[in-house]
């Protein structure tokens, strides 16, 4: 009988990766609620049986909470002035 480790192991080739890449890429219309049922199961799935997928969409999950949480509160104006004044130093590019 396997072990549940075998069971959350890492996607082992090519292929494997390719579709962890695209799990990656849906993760944030997967929180928003904004895939399909199918799609949900499918990325529900897989990042049962993937430990790095399993914890990037965890990450992104935080990410997202600390985000919310974030919003309500002011930046200081210290940190503000000092970003206006980076991005005025930012050198400007022309497209030809």
Do not use: W
């Not at 928003?32 to 914890?55: A, G, M, R, W, Y």
């Amino acid at each position: 009988m396997e072990s549940d480790q075998n069971d959350h192991q890492h996607c082992g080739d090519d292929s494997d990766h390719k579709h962890c890449l695209e799990m990656f890429n849906r993760l944030s219309e997967y929180l928003d609620n904004e895939l399909d049922d199918i799609t949900c199961q499918e990325i529900e799935k897989h990042v049962e049986q993937c430990v790095p997928c399993f914890s990037c969409l965890q990450t992104l999950k935080q990410t997202v909470a600390l985000c919310k949480e974030a919003a309500n509160k002011p930046v200081p104006k210290e940190f503000s002035e000092k970003l206006k004044e980076m991005i005025q130093n930012i050198p400007k590019t022309t497209n030809p």
